[in-house]
């Protein structure tokens, strides 16, 4: 089956510093890749969609400048936290979906656990 | 506005008992609806809807639509204590230019021995 990956799984860093974490999709080329946070006892929030090559589209709510999103290729977008705060403590988690017929699920990657001190 | 509500928010059971999962959507231009299930990292694809009225099944899970009704249903037979997980519903939609997925709060289901 189709596997996502996040790097690094967990990361703790100071405040005022930028944390970058990626989303690599395996075995197959994701056109699309979402950006989520996980809140404690809450579902998944949709922070952006990213599509290969282009800008990504930011939810409303989320600071663009703040959450810097590259899906420079079909295989590899990033997240970075710039300034991070420890209000950005958080699972961080990314989905792939790939193009074609048939194949229209999203894969989820395994999370990043920010902590901000 | 747009929305998925899931109920129950919480389940109790024992093992093999059944339970159904609700989850209803108000979304603008519905393309699919998929259901996760997630234990302690990120959810993992469980099934994707997209037709009314058409069964999916896997193991001891299956799952139905109805788009006329806009909900879906998820049931879990013979329950195990694996299956203790938060069980997620999320609609694709394409509201705008571009899709977008609308999750659920979750129904937290916990199988007891």
């Known amino acids: 089956g189709a596997v996502v990956s996040q790097h690094p799984s967990r990361v703790i860093c100071k405040s005022g510093t930028s944390v970058k974490i990626e989303c690599r999709s395996l075995?197959?080329?994701?056109?699309?890749m979402f950006w989520y946070r996980q809140f404690p006892k809450k579902s998944l929030m949709l922070m952006a969609t990213s599509n290969e090559g282009s800008k990504a589209t930011y939810e409303q709510g989320v600071e663009k400048d703040k959450f810097l999103i590259n899906h420079a290729s079909l295989t590899l977008s990033t997240l970075t936290v710039t300034s991070a705060h420890p209000e950005d403590s958080s699972f961080y988690i990314c989905?792939?979906?790939?193009?074609?017929?048939?194949?229209?699920?999203?894969?989820f990657g395994p999370g990043t656990r920010l902590t901000v001190t | 506005e747009d929305k998925v509500v899931q109920s129950p928010l919480s389940l109790v059971v024992h093992e093999g008992d059944t339970v159904t999962l609700n989850c209803s959507y108000e979304?603008?231009?519905?393309?699919?609806l998929l259901w996760y299930k997630q234990e302690k990292k990120a959810p993992t694809f469980l099934f994707m809807l997209?037709?009314?009225?058409i069964e999916k099944k896997s193991g001891r899970l299956s799952s139905i639509l109805d788009k006329k009704e806009l909900f879906s249903i998820l049931n879990i037979t013979a329950t195990q204590t694996g299956d203790s997980a938060v069980y997620l519903c999320a609609v694709e939609a394409n509201p705008y230019d571009f899709n977008k997925f609308y999750f659920g709060s979750g129904t937290k289901l916990n199988v007891k021995p």
């Open positions: 075995d197959f080329q994701a056109t699309t």
């Open positions: 997209t037709s009314s009225g």
């Open positions: 979304v603008t231009n519905f393309r699919s």
């Open positions: 989905s792939a979906r790939g193009s074609g017929t048939g194949f229209y699920e999203q894969y």
